[in-house]
């Protein structure tokens, strides 16, 4: 089972994830199966703020990896 965010401190969560991927960078990579889950989720939220967090997290992501995370979405 993934994380579980609930709304009023889903965007503290995500900019935490954001900045411990940013911090430990590639080495995280294996955590990616637990973490995109809640992403997913996240990006649905209905909440503007949270949906925009976890968009930032994937384009964060992303650019440290130099690679799509859209393969980890499916």
Request: charge should be negative.
């Amino acid at each position: 089972m993934g994380l579980v965010f609930l709304t009023p401190s889903s965007v503290a969560a995500i900019k935490t994830l954001t900045a411990i991927f940013v911090r430990v960078g590639g080495d995280i990579l294996p955590l990616l199966p637990e973490v995109i889950p809640s992403i997913a989720e996240s990006m649905e939220d209905g909440e503007d703020e949270v949906e925009a967090e976890a968009q930032d997290f994937v384009k964060t992501v992303e650019e440290l990896l130099g690679e799509s995370l859209q393969p980890y979405f499916k």
